[in-house]
């Protein structure tokens, strides 16, 4: 069975820099086949693509938010991390993590969501 | 801004048919046979209903189907029922550096 889980802190201050972990079970992230994304969905709004990390360590990131995201695994743990810096209000969202397919670029299992409230 | 349109609303009576499309470019949705489509209820998380355009993933009922033409892609649900009431979001590969791009989502409502 597969499932993914985020955790991480629920409240953030501007400008300080967000740490998420994604923890797998179910798959390897050593696995050829899949990779990890993180997704966030401000409230009321639409879904965002932010990184990405396959199992032989390329990465993507999102254009727009590419300066300010690391993304990074540990096999042995069967998790991911995400930092983003420099974070502001509008940064509020729920994340997500979502493993995604090689080839087909789906993203057919998903964490429930973690909402990060960013607020002095 | 999203980078792949889609309509902000739907509606259809129970029984009937509606259709979502997808707008995008040749670099996303023209380019590629990987759209994907996701449902998402209130407070939880997207649920994949369809892979590669128009494959359905075990378990998504065949009332579920997409296609593509050009720049857009399409999801039609037919004959509509109470709990298809959510928000539909596409999704695209857009290539190795952007990877993928979403829609701005739809929602359905299901009068």
């Known amino acids: 069975q597969v499932t993914l889980k985020e955790s991480g802190p629920v409240l953030v201050k501007p400008t300080e820099t967000l740490t998420l972990t994604c923890t797998v079970s179910?798959?390897?992230?050593?696995?050829?086949?899949?990779?990890v994304s993180w997704i966030r969905q401000p409230p009321g709004k639409a879904l965002e693509w932010l990184a990405h990390?396959?199992?032989?360590?390329?990465?993507s990131y999102s254009t727009s938010l590419k300066s300010r995201l690391t993304i990074s695994k540990d096999t042995s743990k069967s998790q991911v991390v995400l930092t983003m810096t420099n974070m502001d209000p509008v940064d509020t969202a729920t994340y997500y993590c979502a493993r995604i397919r090689l080839g087909y670029y789906d993203f057919g299992y998903w964490g429930q969501g973690t909402l990060v409230t960013v607020s002095s | 801004q999203s980078a792949l349109t889609q309509p902000r609303s739907v509606s259809g009576s129970p029984g009937q048919s509606v259709t979502i499309s997808c707008t995008g470019t040749?670099?996303?949705?023209?380019?590629?046979?990987?759209v994907s489509w996701y449902q998402q209820h209130p407070g939880k998380a997207p649920k994949l209903m369809i892979y590669?355009?128009?494959k359905r993933p075990s378990g998504v009922p065949d009332r579920f189907s997409g296609s593509k033409s050009g720049n857009t892609a399409s999801l039609t649900i037919s004959g509509l029922q109470a709990e298809d009431e959510a928000d539909y979001y596409c999704c695209s590969y857009a290539g190795s550096y952007t990877l993928v791009v979403f829609g701005g989502g739809t929602k359905l409502t299901v009068l």
């Open positions: 590669d355009v128009s």
């Open positions: 990390i396959f199992s032989n360590d390329e990465k």
């Open positions: 040749s670099s996303d949705v023209g380019g590629y046979n990987y």
């Open positions: 179910g798959f390897s992230l050593s696995n050829a086949r899949m990779g």
